[in-house]
Structures are given as C-alpha cells and as structure tokens.
C-alpha cells in the first residue's frame, strides 16, 4: 500500500491565534496515522510563493491522509486554521 502525504505552505495571519490550531489536529493525526517529516525550519522557495512554515505530514495510506483532512477529529483545526492564516494543501499519493 502506498503511503499518503499532505504537502502544506501556511503563511500566518494571525499569529496569537495560529498557536490554537497547533494540537488541534493531534486527535485526528493520531487516528489517522499522521506524522510530521518536516514542519518550519529552514526553507527555499525558488518557484511559487514564500510561506511563514512548510510542512510535510506522512500518512499509512493516502485513504487516510484524505480522510483525515476530511474527518470530523480534524474539522475544528481545519477552522481555526483557515481563520488565522492562507495556506496551500496538497494530499499526495506516495511512490
């Protein structure tokens, strides 16, 4: 089985309240095997635009890293996030 990715660019828009939406997701991710690969640190961005974090989350399945984006665990982060900053999510299917 392949695995599943989300690829997110997050640029913060409030930053005060951003800090909500960290651990928001821990029950969902959690549920759906979520795990970090990368999260801020150093970052290029020679094509597209510059984010405030970068982060890479690696899934079981991309079954799973579309029901958790999807799941109801990860619907309250999904709002606090939207509400504090503008991101661009990818869920990709791995190799």
Do not use: N
Not at 4 to 24: C, H, L, N, Q, R
Not at 56 to 70: G, K, L, Q, R, T
Not at 74 to 83: G, P, Q, T
Request: hydrophobic share 40%.
């Amino acid at each position: 089985m392949k695995k599943g990715y989300w690829i997110a660019m997050v640029s913060i828009t409030d930053p005060e309240a951003f800090k909500g939406y960290v651990g928001a997701f821990d029950e969902a991710f959690e549920k759906y095997g979520g795990r970090f690969l990368a999260a801020s640190g150093d970052a290029q961005y020679p094509e597209g635009f510059p984010a405030d974090r970068t982060v890479i989350v690696e899934f079981p399945s991309f079954a799973d890293a579309v029901a958790c984006y999807h799941s109801p665990e990860y619907k309250a982060a999904l709002e606090l996030r939207r509400a504090t900053s503008t991101s661009h999510l990818a869920i990709v299917e791995g190799l």
